[in-house]
């Protein structure tokens, strides 16, 4: 059986997410600029296509909160003063750990696990979370990066979509889940949440080192 591709069209004449390349081609084929990538889930093509549309929103709030000039393609540029967050699985599921870190200095600002039987993007989104929480309480709106985009749109969307089974092997992450979820639903925040550029900027500080 053929495997389906998702087709991910951020610049096109019609932008989404497509299931066949002869969809996909119509959109971007001569057209000047066009941006598309194909993933093997329709999770990733979302992220990926939220992250997209988040870090468009984002460009002049950051230019503006870093003094960057026009001509500085600010979300290419690493933000210093900011936390990035990472987590570690042993398994699939397995036990799962996360921390925060200050991203200049590396030093561990939280720490947590590990927890029993979780994954390793729920330990990622966990940890946004906790960044968020974090910072609010500290007073600050720095800037939080993750390399998971998946985390980063569960975030956005204050929805979690995991096929982790919710059972008593389970029943403490899924706890901590729903404290997270319930936090975002009833805090605000301010702080960007970006995706760390591993390509240009090598492991983000945050990662355990276990690979």
């Known amino acids: ?109 939280f720490h947590q696990g590990p927890i029993p039987h979780g994954t390793n993007n729920l330990g990622e989104f966990l940890a946004i979370v906790h960044a968020l929480a974090y910072l609010k309480q500290q007073g600050k709106d720095l800037p939080i990066y993750s390399d998971s985009e998946t985390a980063i749109l569960w975030v956005k969307n204050k929805q979690v979509r995991t096929t982790l089974k919710h059972n008593s092997n389970s029943e403490a992450i899924f706890n901590l889940i729903e404290r997270a979820l319930n936090w975002l639903r009833n805090n605000e925040y301010s702080n960007l949440i970006l995706k760390w550029d591993t390509k240009t900027w090598g492991e983000i500080p945050a990662d355990f080192g276990r690979k």
């Open 1 to 109: 059986m053929t495997k389906t591709k998702y087709y991910a069209v951020i610049k096109g004449r019609q932008t989404g997410i497509f299931t066949r390349w002869s969809q996909c081609e119509k959109q971007v084929k001569g057209f000047s600029g066009a941006i598309y990538k194909s993933f093997n889930t329709r999770e990733e093509a979302e992220a990926a296509i939220a992250a997209a549309n988040q870090n468009s929103e984002l460009v002049e709030q950051v230019k503006s909160q870093q003094g960057f000039t026009a001509n500085q393609p600010s979300l290419d540029r690493l933000i210093e003063n900011s936390i990035c967050v990472d987590a570690a699985c042993s398994g699939n599921p397995g036990a799962v750990e996360y921390q925060g870190v200050c991203t200049a200095t590396h030093e561990v600002l």
